[in-house]
């Protein structure tokens, strides 16, 4: 009879399994928001509470998809050794983390505001939706850029508990920046796709088609996120930063259309442009004006 795993493993296997590793991806974007929501730093408990339910919602997001996509993943050699089809997590396992989750997310959102409350579970709708949509819908990506358009409504609902016009242009903004994300993630996995007979932007346009269309999608991103910093009134390290984004953005995306680019690195990219969008915002609220 072999040992059980020791505690140190189980929390690594844990951490694989709801990929704790690309948490950094989304964070940045959502302190940033958070940040101009409040006009600078919330309080130690809404702030608190903001983060428990962003985490929450990801992980119930991640666990649930392991689930659904367990005999998915097993035919696709890219994913065949996750926990769940390797057999080192059961199903019981990611569907008890999702109920945990989401229960967790529901709890943050009571303790922010009613509105907080009320908008939570269509939240958590959408996240758990996802899994599904890619079997049906050509768009799953677009859906997925959804989701992670929440991550702006979310933080000012949470801090100002209603959403000011501003917000909307950083809703739409993140829904065509996460929506290029998952394009350009997506197409790492287009042979498997098609095989595998899944829907995606990737599959049904090619690779050069969907390069255009992720580039299309990063320059309305970032015209509406120069419009968000305009409407805010964040100034010039708010645009400074952005541009060094949008330079960056640029090359990388010429180099997509050039069929040059590893779509291996784009989680390493959108950590990087994340990490200067919060810089920008964190200089435009911090330092003393210009």
């Known amino acids: 009879m072999s040992a059980p795993a020791a505690p140190g493993p189980r929390l690594v296997e844990l951490g694989r399994f709801l990929e704790i590793q690309n948490l950094g991806l989304n964070v940045p974007f959502a302190l940033a928001f958070l940040l ?3 006009r600078g730093l919330p309080g130690a408990v809404p702030f608190a509470l903001v983060v428990v339910a962003f985490v929450a919602a990801r992980n119930a997001g991640h666990a649930f998809n392991r689930w659904t996509d367990r005999t998915l993943d097993a035919a696709n050699p890219r994913t065949a050794g996750r926990a769940l089809p390797a057999g080192r997590l059961s199903p019981a396992f990611a569907l008890g983390a999702t109920v945990a989750s989401s229960a967790v997310l529901l709890v ?27 079997r049906w819908s050509t768009w799953s990506t677009v859906y997925l850029g959804l989701v992670e358009a929440i991550t702006p409504a979310a933080a000012f609902v949470a801090i100002a508990a209603h959403l000011p016009p501003a917000a909307w242009l950083a809703v739409l903004a993140i829904l065509a920046w996460g929506t290029a994300f998952e394009t350009v993630h997506s197409l790492g996995d287009l042979d498997s796709d098609r095989a595998l007979g899944l829907r995606s932007i990737p599959v049904r ?11 299309v999608l990063h320059a309305a ?10 409407a805010e009134r964040l100034g010039l390290p708010y645009d400074l930063a952005l541009a060094a984004i949008a330079a960056l953005v640029a090359l990388s995306d010429l180099a997509l259309l050039r069929g040059r680019a590893e779509t291996a690195s784009s989680f390493r990219r959108h950590f990087l442009y994340a990490g200067l969008f919060l810089f920008g915002v964190a200089a435009a609220l911090f330092l003393p004006p210009l």
């Open 221 to 230: 991103a970032l015209v509406l996120l120069a419009a968000f910093g305009a």
């Open 205 to 215: 346009l090619g690779r050069w088609a969907s390069a255009v269309v992720v580039a």
């Open 36 to 38: 101009v929501a409040a």
């Open 108 to 134: 943050a959102a009571a303790l922010l505001n009613r509105l907080a409350l009320e908008l939570a579970p269509v939240a958590l709708a959408l996240v758990l939706g996802y899994s599904y949509s890619k």
